[in-house]
């Protein structure tokens, strides 16, 4: 049998070429909680892709 998981990065660089802006679309879910001013911010990951959301929320919110 094949073995068809991928690693996060390896994972990540193909959303890359297939979805303009894939990165960019995380940055700017932070810079609208930061101009709407959410300081206290609930997350829920429902458990799909590689955690792009999580890592860039917790820049933003530690």
Known sequence: MEHTAFRAEEYDAKIRKTLPFYEEFYEQVIDVLDCAGKENVSW????CGTGKMYETARKGYP
């Open 44 to 47: 829920l990951d429902v458990g």
